[in-house]
């Protein structure tokens, strides 16, 4: 089945203690994406790969980082969370290309005290 | 700026029609994209407009504008499970990157 799969589901952590979201996608898919989502205001994109080893930042890339050492994964790492990072957490991919369709992981909840 | 504008609310009953819009101001358009969030899922793609006219697929339909900068999701035949919120999403340019989301609107239908 083509799949985003995104791990943790949930996650509970405190101030400063470094953790990693995991996306694996099985669809060959050249773009991955990371975005969070917070109440009023949508989607917004952390950071994004176009390929293997070509990631970029997104509109609000501070206190995050990635990376893209193979195709099907694109980890998310807070290296010191805070609680503004409180969120709700989405990995997508899809095709390069023009208006390609973006699949999403199922999300991951954040929550930092 | 980049303003993308839908209703934050909206409700409506089974079997009614319900029309949903968005507004945007965008620097760049490329296309118009609707997803389908249920309440603790993930975002699915519903549809999209490059041209201006509507597009139609089975219950929905999406329309565009580019000159107005605006766009709408009819909902036909309104069942219980259409209940999720209904994100807008503008692609400014040819790279997947450059897509801007809005808020989104959360449907309710009522029996």
């Known amino acids: 089945e083509a799949q985003v799969t995104q791990n943790p589901r949930y996650l509970i952590t405190v101030t400063g203690k470094k953790l990693t979201v995991t996306c694996s996608q099985n669809?060959?898919?050249?773009?991955m994406s990371w975005y969070r989502q917070d109440p009023g205001l949508g989607l917004r994109q952390i950071y994004y790969?176009?390929?293997?080893?070509?990631?970029d930042k997104g509109d609000v890339p501070e206190g995050y980082k990635v990376s893209r050492k193979e195709k099907r994964n694109f980890p998310l790492i807070l290296e010191s969370p805070s609680p503004n990072q409180t969120s709700l957490y989405f990995c997508?991919?899809?095709?390069?290309?023009?208006?390609?369709?973006?699949?999403f992981g199922s999300g991951t909840q954040l929550s930092v005290l | 700026g980049q303003n993308i504008d839908q209703p934050t609310e909206m409700t409506a009953t089974e079997g009614a029609i319900v029309q949903i819009n968005c507004t945007y101001q965008t620097s760049g358009f490329n296309g118009l994209f609707w997803y389908q969030q249920h309440a603790g899922e993930a975002p699915t793609f519903l549809s999209y407009n490059v041209l201006d006219g509507l597009e139609e697929k089975g219950r929905f339909s999406s329309f565009l504008s580019r000159s107005k900068g605006y766009s709408y999701l009819l909902l036909k035949e309104l069942q219980m499970k259409d209940s999720a919120s209904y994100l807008c999403a503008v692609s400014r340019s040819l790279w997947n990157n450059d897509m801007r989301f809005g808020a989104g609107t959360r449907l309710t239908v009522k029996p």
């Open positions: 790969s176009m390929n293997v080893e070509v990631t």
């Open positions: 997508a991919s899809a095709l390069a290309g023009d208006n390609e369709k973006l699949f």
């Open positions: 669809m060959n898919h050249e773009y």
